[in-house]
């Protein structure tokens, strides 16, 4: 499939799409706290996402079994909500959510502090997101799509973290994934150019320690190898001919 340049009327509806989403991860970042489940999130998140009158777009998306994913600690993403899992003080909770408004996709993950955490985690979390920034500093119409890929790999491993390297970004739009996918470590090729009207999902997903991730017996659950923590961090953007519109930003 070739990446889509989006329509203005169409970059309009990702752009509304991508506001109600940026509202849902206020109200789940808002709620968090020690002693509820990452199922009361996930309850919280669809229940927003229906009111909005959209449609949570990973619920039954290749049989995943609810709206969010809300994955702790060593998980680096696609952890399901359970009721008998409690987040406790101490623990960073990586929400990612998504909706489809009037036919239009929006993606968008961040990782937040349970109380009180370690300096180390708290680190963790702050490149994971500055990650995406490195990224996207060089996301304009004429560069090339893995200027994304090699930035956000150079100030990744300036700390010594681990790039996770068997889930990548995505185009995004009427499909929840789209052409091109976007790997958040460096490549050897340039890949496509960059124009104006893509939309993308650019979501590093780094970890504590070594880069290996392994999938628990769920199918879904990925977790780091060596059991260090995982961070997640990720926005849907539009390309244009100067600086990108993050579109899933509150
Ligand atoms: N945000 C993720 C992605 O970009 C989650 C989708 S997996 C799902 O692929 F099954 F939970 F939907
Ligand atoms: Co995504």
């Not at 489809?100 to 708290?122: C, E, F, L, M, N």
Request: aromatic share 6%; hydrophobic share 40%; with cysteine.
């Amino acid at each position: 499939m070739a990446v889509t340049i989006k329509s203005e009327r169409e970059i309009e509806l990702m752009r509304e799409s991508c506001r109600l989403l940026s509202i849902v991860h206020k109200e789940m970042e808002e709620a968090i706290r020690p002693g509820m489940s990452t199922k009361d999130i996930d309850i919280l998140g669809d229940t927003l996402i229906r009111k909005m009158g959209c449609i949570p777009n990973f619920k039954n998306y290749h049989r995943y079994p609810a709206s969010i994913c809300v994955s702790v600690n060593d998980e680096v993403v696609h952890g399901i909500p359970s009721k008998h899992r409690i987040l406790q003080e101490g623990d960073i909770v990586s929400l990612d959510a998504g909706l489809i408004y009037k036919g239009y996709h929006s993606d968008a993950a961040r990782t937040h502090a349970v109380g009180k955490i370690s300096p180390q985690a708290q680190q963790l979390i702050d490149v994971t997101k500055q990650c995406f920034f490195e990224g996207i500093k060089v996301a304009k119409a004429g560069n090339y799509l893995f200027d994304i890929s090699n930035a956000i790999d150079a100030y990744a491993t300036s700390f010594g973290y681990g790039i996770v390297r068997e889930l990548v970004g995505h185009g995004i739009g009427t499909a929840l994934h789209e052409d091109p996918q976007i790997p958040n470590f460096a490549q050897r090729r340039r890949g496509p150019k960059l124009r104006a009207g893509m939309t993308l999902a650019v979501e590093p997903m780094i970890n504590m320690g070594a880069a290996d991730v392994v999938w628990l017996d769920d199918d879904w659950t990925v977790v780091t190898e060596d059991g260090s923590l995982s961070a997640h961090y990720e926005n849907t953007i539009l390309i244009t001919d100067g600086e990108p519109e993050i579109l899933t930003l509150y």
